[in-house]
């Protein structure tokens, strides 16, 4: 098992966000979460990514528990989460926001090398048009190849989204947290994103993938967990979880006869 | 084109002292040299990493009392004090930045949280009278000396000053721009636009702004290790707020989206007084009328009238 995570829970002051939930990811699945509003989606991605401390749980990955480490080191060790609501820089380019993302790779690549690169930058060239030649394979992916040159303010809420998960891929995650990618997109975006993460798995990557809609993760994960208020309400194949009667209730507030 | 500006600027400077007749004028522009290297080094910290520090003019004063006490009261060679000037710098900003960004101060917090340390480092040299001479300052009498073919020659003179100023910025400037250019440059700018997001993309964002935070003081420090030798005199003046906010009005001034805005502001600035023949109190007036100005009508300062509207990254 790729990743896993025990008893997870947190709570604001009273509030319990995220109660004792327990799952599992396999490496090459794509996990889906949905839940209604409010229900603890991001803030499970959140504990995970270790933006948040959990008040109790274990969080496992590869074996080793990760709980108590800062976001940037487990982005380090391959777990990288994309923001809700994309956070970009208005006045940068696409390729500037890639640029931006391409530091981990460096560090991969040279590690404390890198100070020579200080005064001898023709050092890292080959890491750099790597860098570059990866920067230009990801745009494809993610279909921003034509917007590479665009500012961020310039662009529709599809592409701002579609940059996150650039510039995420840029670090080279084995297992990616996407937070609601399809909120706000139209039907066509919604159709192209469905593609990209199809291709996304194609190179690798582990997906988790937040949705409060059922409709497109429904087609796209192959097993799903479901929360409401924060607890877990359901987990297995998708479709099952989202037949379940306690989803159907969590989502229309009533027993659906 | 931008990318030539500094070049031919550093050409004009080099050829300037043959057109250059008074040493007053000299005087105007060693300052301003001095002051720019500042000034790009602060903009290290504010306009690159995003951190608007207020503890720029303390690094610069005790790397300035540091080198005048150890060359004047124990005999050191300038050159060597340089180094404890700098390392007590290095270690100063790395205690206050690691305190700082340790406890997560931002923006304002920061701000003040940095000036209250500059404080109480400028009191201690105030009252530390045995050492400093308290509020009356030091005079530095000992002249640097250059080791040439033809035996050491003493770094006196306008003219020989004006170069070691313009080495100074240089030196300064390009430590500042091969940190940026280099991937120490892209986390400092994820840091700058958005922390939350450069630590999920894997920025050590503690460390990153530590690093900012020490390099740019360690840069004001080496301007600081100079400054006391040029004007003859060192007082705890240098350490105060008032220094610190002039550094942030050449930032502001210039431009804070570039290294070489600061050095236009840090010109501007200190000529600018001299320029215009006013009364001390007419002057402070229409300093501020100007910052008031920039801040309000061209928040990108004089060079970004002309760079295209973007921080490098
Ligand atoms: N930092 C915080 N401090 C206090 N309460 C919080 C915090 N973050 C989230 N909460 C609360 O925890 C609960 C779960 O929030 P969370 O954002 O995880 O929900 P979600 O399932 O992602 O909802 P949505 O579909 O609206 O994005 C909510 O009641 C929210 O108000
Ligand atoms: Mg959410």
Redesign the pocket.
């Known amino acids: 098992m790729l990743f896993e995570a025990r008893g997870l829970t947190k709570r604001?002051?009273g509030?319990t966000?995220?109660s004792d939930v327990s799952f599992g990811i396999d490496e090459g699945e794509i996990i889906g979460i949905f839940?209604?509003?409010?229900?603890?989606?991001?803030?499970?991605l959140?504990l995970i990514a270790g933006m948040?401390a959990p008040t109790a749980g274990d969080l496992v990955w590869q074996g080793q528990g990760i709980v108590g480490r800062r976001p940037f080191e487990i982005a380090e060790m391959g777990i990288v989460k994309t923001f809700?609501n994309p956070q970009l820089f208005p006045e940068l380019t696409v390729l500037d926001h890639m640029r931006i993302a391409s530091h981990l790779g460096f560090k991969r690549a040279l590690g404390a090398r890198r100070l020579f690169t200080l005064v001898w930058p023709w050092a890292a060239a080959d890491i750099e048009s790597g860098a570059d030649a990866k920067m230009k394979d990801m745009l494809h992916l993610c279909r921003l190849t034509e917007a590479r040159n665009e500012k961020a303010a310039a662009l529709s809420y599809g592409a701002e989204k579609m940059l996150g998960v650039a510039m995420a891929m840029m670090c080279d995650p084995k297992l990616l947290l996407l937070?609601?990618p399809a909120s706000g997109l139209g039907q066509e975006e919604i159709v192209n994103l469905e593609a990209v993460l199809r291709d996304l798995r194609a190179h690798g990557v582990t997906l988790c993938i937040?949705d409060?809609k059922v409709g497109f993760l429904g087609r796209l994960a192959d097993r799903s967990i479901a929360?409401a208020h924060?607890a877990m309400i359901a987990q297995g194949a998708t479709r099952d979880v989202l037949a379940s009667d306690a989803v159907v209730e969590a989502y229309l507030g009533r027993k659906h006869a | 084109m931008m990318r030539f500006v500094p070049l031919v600027a550093l050409a004009c400077a080099l050829a300037a002292p043959l057109f250059i007749r008074s040493d007053s004028t000299f005087a105007i522009v060693t300052f301003g040299l001095l002051l720019a290297s500042l000034a790009v080094s602060f903009n290290l910290i504010f306009g690159f990493t995003g951190q608007l520090s207020f503890f720029h003019a303390a690094s610069f004063g005790v790397a300035a009392y540091i080198t005048a006490i150890l060359v004047s009261d124990y005999r050191w060679n300038f050159w060597l004090a340089i180094g404890p000037a700098l390392a007590t710098v290095a270690m100063l900003a790395l205690v206050v930045g690691a305190i700082c960004f340790r406890f997560k101060l931002r923006e304002f917090y920061f701000a003040v949280v940095t000036m209250a340390f500059s404080e109480m480092i400028r009191l201690v040299v105030v009252n530390w009278n045995s050492v400093t001479n308290g509020t009356l300052g030091m005079t530095v009498t000992a002249q640097p000396t250059l080791w040439s073919p033809s035996g050491p020659v003493a770094l006196s003179g306008a003219r020989v000053w004006y170069y070691v100023a313009l080495a100074v910025l240089v030196v300064t400037y390009v430590v500042c721009q091969r940190v940026l250019a280099s991937w120490i440059g892209r986390c400092f700018a994820a840091i700058r636009l958005n922390e939350q997001l450069g630590e999920t993309l894997g920025v050590n964002v503690f460390l990153y702004k530590l690093l900012s935070f020490v390099i740019g003081s360690v840069l004001a420090g080496l301007v600081g290790c100079f400054y006391g030798f040029y004007t003859g005199f060192i007082e705890p003046q240098y350490l105060s707020i008032t220094q610190s906010l002039d550094i942030i009005s050449m930032v502001l001034l210039g431009g804070v989206s570039s290294l070489f805005g600061p050095v236009i502001g840090g010109l501007v600035l200190t000529a600018l007084p001299h320029v215009i023949d006013l009364t001390a109190e007419l002057r402070i007036i229409l300093y501020g009328a100007i910052l008031i100005f920039v801040i309000l009508v061209m928040p990108r300062g004089i060079f970004g009238l002309f760079e295209r509207p973007h921080h490098a990254v």
């Open positions: 604001f002051g509030l966000a995220v839940g209604p509003n409010g229900s603890g989606k991001t803030t499970t959140s948040l809700q937070d609601e937040i409060h929360l924060g």
